[in-house]
């Protein structure tokens, strides 16, 4: 298990390292600046700012500077008044945002994370329960009326993109029956419908899986045997066959989560959702280069996170399966 | 001593000669022959296929078919829902478009001839700009499905070379390919295309590559590591299955084997990886011009369409005809994209093969 750890630790530093010189390298060769958008300003503060963010050193010194706490500008290494203008990444310092002038891009994720997140927890939360509740369903009356809709259901959700649903969700439970507020955050009733239709896929993928690996499952002698013996269905199904049938969901949740994340870049815009999603379009489309980075490296890290804990999960619920060589 | 080949043949060719005169004018089941006899028993799959070789043609001949412009526009000021006639003012067709391939244009020339300025009416009403829904739906289509097919094609090529030349290879070579794979799977790459697509932006271009072009790579991108592992492994275990080895003992040359014994049988897993692709970069591309990153009005997509929907939608008039037919529209190709994908999975499975129709 250490060693796991180790060796997973040692990629995440690896790809890491990867995605910041190629975000950093291709940012900077894309044309535009920061600077240089429709309000453009004098040429003389445009080039004051640029002084001040160091945007007119080399790139090689720039990119020095934004990775590590070396702390070049006080050394005396690269000209300049003899500041840095800041930490740098491995000093857990992203610097200040170029676009939200008054923010560091630290303060402008830690306002937007924890609503993507509560919105990511609350999708993943139904998907998980309406998804293991439909294939539970499919699985206790193979054939029936209900199970060939659910089955047909969750192949249409699989199919469908969670902004198409969006849009019928609000369509129908916003305008047509007003139930629902349109877009916004922070009330309880305004988070349901964006959780639905950002879980909604997801839950359709889950559901699918818990079929197969339930039908699998009731199939098995240990079953045969349990039933045999007297056991009522409710038990055999809910304590001996769940349990191998639900693997195949545990090793899904790694690629549902990054699913998720994906997703809300879209539904937070649909509902007006101020999470960290928008922030990820927009600050590459505005060239801030600082938050660009940021939420790139945000994003990386927590897409890395959520697999780990995703590999650990399965190692426990099934202790035949060995730690994978990452 | 006699011919040790001769003697082989002489041990049982009686019955041998009667097994063939047997099976003469008997043509053997192919691969191919099976699975589609197995899909045209799987009625919903088959349906599937008929119905997307009508979207397909219908998209493909768009220009020809007696549909409004997609982008002319009228100031009406407001949606109007499906009518079956055209206010006087619009009833004749313009024929202005975007800059059109060079066969396209030679397709609006037909249409001219053949219907004149006769144009579909409204059936699925028009737009906040007045524009034809029907029309840019089947336009939309055309993008949509040509990103898919050209994003699909560049992730089949790139995937199945790269995981070919892998495991032909063998040794550290293969260990060093599918290492970087292994790398780049870590990368969150959904987020590395849109953070490209970002930089690229409307009118700039990367490194001299135009922003379409840019599109389709990072798409293909997105999706040629699966291919690259799922090829590199069926051909491994081909590499050394009995009747691989059969081949290369009876002196069969490298190209007769890979031409006759591996291609085929890759192409069958390849062929339903792809069905099961084509969905997804549907998606991809209706997500990412959903964003603002993908094709850019005049043209549209179907990703384009549902963001003019939720913009055009508001709580006092519900022009739900431009939700519903768009989403209907997306939602009905993508179903049948997976039906298909999975009834071909299950006809092309060699484990089933033998069941069902061969009897």
Redesign the interface.
Known sequence: MAGFLVRRALWFVLTLWAVVTLAFFLMRAAPGGPFSGERRAAASVEAALRERYHLDWPLWKQYLAYVGPLELGSRGWIDGDGSDPFGGVLAGDLGPSLKYRDFSVGEVLAQSLPVSLELGALALVFAVVAGVGAGLCCALRPGSKLDLALHWGSTLGVALPGFVLASVLILVFVFLLPIFPVAGWGRPSQAILPAIALGAPVAASIARLVRAGMFEALGQDYVRTAIAKGMPVRIVVLRHALRQGILPVISYLGPASAGILTGSLVIEKIFFIPGTGQHFVNSALNRDYTLAMGVTILYTALVFFLNTLVDICYTLLDPRIPLEEA | MGSPAKARWDLDTAPMEQVLKKLAGRRSQGLWAIAWARLKQNRAAFLACWFLALVGATSLLAPALPLPSPIVMHAIGEPVGPQIAWPAAQGKFKGEYWALSSIDRELVKLRGKAFGTWQTPPLLGTDSKGRDLLSRLIWGSRTSLFVALAATLTSLIVGVLYGAVAALSGGWVDRLMMRVVD?LY???F???V????????AT????GLSRESVFFLAIGALYWLSMARVVRGQVLSLKHAEFVSAARAGGASMGWILAVHIVPNVLSLVVVFLTLTI?SVI?SE??LS????GVEPPQVSWGLL?VD??EA?S?LR?Y?WL??F??LA??TV??A???LG?GLREALDPAALGRGVLR
């Open positions: 790398g870590a990368l969150p959904t987020f590395v849109i953070f490209v697509l970002g930089l690229v932006g700039h271009s990367l490194a969905p998606l209706a997500f959903f964003l603002g990153l549902a929907a939720l939608a709580p519900v739900w939700i519903v768009p989403s997306l939602a993508l179903f994209l997976t039906i999975d």
